[in-house]
């Protein structure tokens, strides 16, 4: 059973940093990747950032470039979003994610319970 805990979400004023963090437990062996994807009311989860196993080729969305850091502890798989110069367009709930290859695309069979993040102007 595989079981993903976000945490480090928090309420802070534009241009502050926040750094989230996802622990794994249970075996997460043959994934494709693993992501943060944020989520806001009424809206479909995105992927913000996401780091490829097999090449640790990182991506970001175009919106975090520059801003946000993705990282991750080899050793135990835990994920790590640190946000810089945070806006108030990042509000919305982070979900931490682990993919897995389903025919040719890598799509998330595992999700956390998701961390909120809250930015006022």
């Known amino acids: 059973q595989v079981h993903l805990t976000e945490s480090g979400g928090d309420s802070v004023q534009a241009g502050e940093s926040l750094k989230l963090s996802c622990t794994v437990s249970?075996?997460?062996?043959?994934?494709?990747?693993m992501g943060w994807y944020r989520q806001i009311p009424g809206g479909e989860r995105r992927k913000v950032a996401g780091i490829r196993r097999r090449t640790g080729t990182i991506t970001y969305d175009e919106s975090v470039k520059g801003r946000f850091t993705l990282s991750q502890d080899k050793e135990d798989n835990s994920l790590y979003l640190q946000m810089n110069n945070i806006q108030t367009r990042d509000t919305g709930v982070y979900y931490c994610?682990?993919?897995?290859?389903?025919?040719?695309?890598?799509?998330?069979?595992?999700w956390g319970q998701g961390t909120q993040v809250t930015v006022s102007s």
């Open positions: 249970g075996n997460i062996l043959g994934n494709c990747e």
């Open positions: 994610a682990v993919l897995y290859r389903d025919d040719l695309i890598c799509t998330v069979r595992h």
